[in-house]
């Protein structure tokens, strides 16, 4: 089927070169683009199938000009198998509470990720957030998004305690998984693997075929855990191909 995005209604920029967050010496530059607040979930379906990842009211992608090692992922829900240490930590995680609640910044959600951003990523691009920061990159746009809350289990004296969160988009294909974070000191759990496996099965409830992981950078550490998800599909310059 011939992708269709309305170029007459975005323009097209490159940013600067910055050093690589993923490979050590490297530097990128991105292309990116204004999502339009009319129409704008259509034109976020079409550029996350083209390899683009929003952020906000914008979609991105890698334009580096000597490295292509960024290679948008995707996991093909109907053909995906459950490896047996993927079963055991959903197994690990069956006590959890799944809620999917409206794109809406709260402070028990900004606290949580805090500690994850300062414990994880100290000296990642995001470990200066504030609370505004995080209110615009939860509701500032025109997608059709939400976020899921894990929860322990509830008590009498209340809600369970929140541990992990994920902003999750609503495509016409599938679930894209924007931007996840969890309780740094609950390892045990692998919370950030639990909830792209929840997705997949979130996904497969529904009835749609993908869950898009965003970038896979071969060789970055930060990156490697993808690779653990297969069958797993790489957008190539003829179109999304099923990594070997």
Not at 35 to 42: E, Q
Not at 104 to 125: C, N, V
Not at 177 to 202: E, K, N
Request: net charge neutral; glycine share 6%.
């Amino acid at each position: 089927m011939t992708q269709h995005v309305p170029t007459r209604q975005l323009r097209f920029y490159m940013t600067s070169v910055a050093p690589c967050p993923y490979l050590p010496g490297k530097t990128e530059r991105k292309v990116f683009a204004n999502l339009p607040f009319t129409d704008g979930a259509h034109v976020n379906d079409e550029l996350t199938i083209a390899g683009f990842r929003r952020s906000q009211n914008i979609a991105y992608r890698p334009a580096c000009e000597a490295c292509d090692a960024c290679v948008s992922v995707r996991l093909p829900v109907a053909d995906f198998t459950f490896s047996r240490s993927q079963r055991r930590i959903l197994a690990r995680n069956n006590d959890l509470s799944r809620s999917l609640v409206e794109a809406e910044a709260t402070t028990e959600q900004f606290q949580l990720l805090r500690r994850y951003l300062t414990t994880r990523h100290p000296t990642g691009g995001m470990s200066d957030m504030g609370w505004l920061d995080y209110v615009a990159m939860v509701e500032d746009t025109a997608v059709r998004t939400h976020l899921i809350e894990y929860r322990l289990p509830s008590t009498d004296a209340g809600p369970g305690d929140l541990v992990a969160v994920s902003l999750t988009d609503l495509l016409n294909d599938g679930l894209s998984m924007v931007y996840s974070f969890y309780d740094p000191t609950m390892l045990r759990r692998s919370l950030g693997r639990f909830a792209i496996l929840d997705h997949v099965r979130q996904a497969e409830i529904v009835g749609l075929p993908f869950v898009y992981l965003g970038y896979w950078v071969q060789g970055s550490e930060k990156m490697d855990y993808k690779a653990d998800f297969r069958p797993m599909e790489a957008l190539r310059p003829l179109g999304w191909e099923r990594l070997p």
